[in-house]
């Protein structure tokens, strides 16, 4: 699995995402706009694996400056049905995680729902250890 930073909303990763998104969200895939937003956004990276020829997987990894430290928050990890256990998705953390390194942070966190069974287990072999936090959102 070869792993990119998307740098441009082209027809494969709109195409791409638009297969990906479902697979993790109820949400709506973004617009081809809303795509190159993102890609444009400065201290956000959208990590894609390919392989063969056809995006398999992707992650969003978010860095910013806080007054105690480098924040870096991976976001809306997803591999395709398909693909998965062919280490795309480790593929993908290992990417970030070394672009979060280089870039200062001390950490990377990231959240994941506790039926997202496989993508838990993904997460625990890779390192990343459950922290004893409340999570909390106020919807807008």
């Known amino acids: 699995v070869m792993i990119s930073v998307a740098s441009v909303a082209d027809d ?23 795509l190159q937003r993102l890609i444009d956004t400065s201290g956000v990276a959208l990590l894609v694996g390919g392989a063969g020829d056809r995006i398999v997987g992707m992650l969003t990894l978010a ?26 998705g480790a593929a ?3 990417e970030a995680a070394r672009l ?9 966190d990231l959240t ?5 069974e496989a993508a838990n287990r993904l997460y625990r072999s890779f390192g990343f250890e459950l922290r004893e936090t409340n999570a909390y959102r106020l919807a807008l």
């Open 12 to 34: 494969e990763l709109v195409e791409a995402v638009r297969r990906l998104v479902p697979q993790l969200s109820s949400a709506p895939p973004p617009d081809r706009e809303a």
């Open 63 to 88: 860095m910013f400056p806080t007054p105690t430290r480098l924040r870096a928050i991976i976001e809306d990890v997803v591999v395709d049905s398909a693909a998965r256990g062919q280490g795309a």
């Open 92 to 94: 993908l953390l290992r």
């Open 100 to 108: 979060a390194g280089a870039a200062g942070a001390p950490c990377v």
């Open 112 to 116: 994941s729902r506790p039926g997202r």
